[in-house]
């Protein structure tokens, strides 16, 4: 099934809504004075346009496209060497498996500094709200290298 663009999506959508919702007196279109749109079936409505509901309560379908043709491969495509190809694909592996020691090493150093929760306060941190501070910022960074690990990791799944 092909959806209508977002352009013409978003307004049927609200259209339709408002249409289940309406009272007897209608709904209108107002146009905000920063050039906003904005649906109304209540309050005030001076100003606003009326919407003809029984127009667009209804959406189209749009004509279905027969599936196209796989297209063959162009003979001009640059094609690479099945050795070559093997070297890029353990090249790509290496570097890989290096930002993963990296990250690790990273995350070991963090968990050091981190002592559970409870890493040592520096001289700067005499008001406590800063060392607190501090606290969530280095849990922010172990989970953002975790996450960096866990990725890393499933990039090389993808690759054997």
């Known amino acids: 099934m092909k959806l209508l663009p977002r352009t013409l999506r978003l307004p049927l959508i609200i259209a339709a809504v408002l249409a289940a919702q309406a009272s007897a007196q209608g709904v209108y279109l107002c146009t905000l004075p920063n050039g906003m749109r904005e649906y109304r079936n209540t309050g005030d409505t001076r100003g606003c346009r009326k ?3 029984e127009a ?7 004509p279905s496209q027969p ?8 003979p001009s495509f640059p ?17 890989l498996l290096e930002e993963i020691r990296t990250e690790e090493s990273k ?5 050091r500094e981190f002592q559970n929760g409870e890493p040592e306060r520096l001289g700067s941190e005499r008001n406590y709200a800063k060392y607190q501070e501090r606290v969530a910022m280095m849990k922010e960074e172990m989970m953002r ?8 990791r499933r990039e090389i799944s993808q690759l054997k």
């Open 79 to 95: 094609r690479i060497e099945s050795q070559i190809q093997k070297r890029r694909d353990q090249d790509r592996m290496q570097i």
């Open 67 to 74: 599936p196209q043709a796989k297209a063959s491969v162009d």
């Open 56 to 62: 667009i309560s209804t959406i189209p379908s749009l």
């Open 51 to 53: 919407l003809d509901l």
């Open 145 to 152: 290298t975790e996450k960096n690990i866990e990725a890393l």
């Open 107 to 111: 995350l070991s150093e963090l968990r």
